[in-house]
């Protein structure tokens, strides 16, 4: 198990995010919320790049668990490649362990591993933004909503595990996002620095 491991981390931790801002001369490390993501190089630079940045990030988290299915490894192995996809993009060792927040790698992970309950975080993560136009705030919403999505859905246990671990580590990395959540002073989609 542990070369998928290895694996899932060295595909997760890709930079997408900070080599395609820095094309632009940007570095997001230091630029807006200094999140090495796609929401903050969409704030930061315009909304093609922060978009094929988003796409970039679900597509290493879906193509680490695809390489081990593709292997036809357990569903604990390819829960743990897909896992350590999301803790790469989080503490990438390119950066000094000091990545994004692990959203858009964890769709891409669980559009495999549990594609039905990854649809309906993506519903709640959309109608939430839409209705808020607070990106943060569905990204949290859809945080939350996976684990007991994937729950209903049947998903196996090393998912359900999966999927409650990646949330906790979400939500951690998110609590800068839930004060400014609480004290109103988050920004809103379309609100650029």
Known sequence: ?????????????????????????????????????????????????????????????AFAVLLAHAAAVSTTTMAATGAAAIVGHIYPVWLRFHGGKGVAVAAGVFAILAPLATL??????????????VVSLGSVAATLAL?????????????????????ALILFRHRANLRRLVAGTERRMGERV
């Not at 570095?27 to 978009?51: F, I, M, W, Y």
């Not at 939430?128 to 136009?133: D, E, F, L, P, S």
């Open 1 to 61: 198990m542990l070369p998928w491991i290895l694996l899932g981390y060295a595909a997760g931790s890709v930079p997408f995010a900070f080599m395609l801002a820095r094309r632009a001369g940007i570095d997001v490390r230091v630029t807006g919320s200094g999140n090495v993501g796609a929401a903050n190089v969409l704030r930061t630079t315009r909304t093609s790049l922060g978009v094929t940045v988003m796409a970039l990030d679900m597509a290493k988290g």
């Open 120 to 133: 309906i975080a993506v519903a709640v993560f959309l109608v939430t933004v839409a209705a808020t136009r």
């Open 147 to 167: 684990p007991p999505a994937a729950w209903w859905s049947g998903a196996p246990v090393p998912v359900l595990v999966a999927a409650a671990g990646a949330g």
